[in-house]
């Protein structure tokens, strides 16, 4: 669980930086961020099987979303690349977190 939310908190830190530069702006990356911050704290708050299967895919697609928007910083012309990655992570997070149950 820790390596899924520092993968997650990796990805939302280069995505603030790139929401940040001109050249990369816009509204995809400012849509997934705001879907990242959401999923982060739904993480915390849920109670998950980190052997599961959908577990593994989620924390496999953010392992590898961090990886290209680590990347795409240092990298701009791959911001196309990175936002189908994180948007892919997004969507098995979301799965993730739809199958956990919840410890309010």
């Known amino acids: ?4 939310i520092k ?3 990796k990805t939302i830190e280069a995505l603030e930086t ?3 530069m001109p050249a990369t ?11 990242l911050f959401q999923q982060k704290i739904d993480l915390v708050r ?11 895919q989620a924390s496999h697609a953010m392992k590898l979303a961090a ?3 680590s ?10 690349e990175m936002g189908k990655a994180v948007a892919e992570a997004v969507s098995k997070l ?7 149950t919840s410890i309010d």
Not at 46 to 56: E, G, K, V
Not at 71 to 79: A, G, L, N
Not at 94 to 100: C, I, K, M, V
Request: hydrophobic share 40%; aromatic share 2%.
């Open 25 to 35: 702006a816009g509204e995809q990356i400012d849509e997934l961020l705001d879907q």
């Open 7 to 9: 993968d997650l908190q």
């Open 1 to 4: 669980m820790d390596s899924l």
């Open 71 to 80: 990347r795409t910083v240092k990298e701009p012309t791959q911001v196309g």
């Open 67 to 69: 990886s290209k928007a």
């Open 46 to 56: 849920a109670s998950l099987n980190a052997s599961s299967q959908a577990f593994q």
């Open 18 to 20: 790139l929401s940040d």
């Open 94 to 100: 979301a799965r993730l977190l739809d199958s956990a």
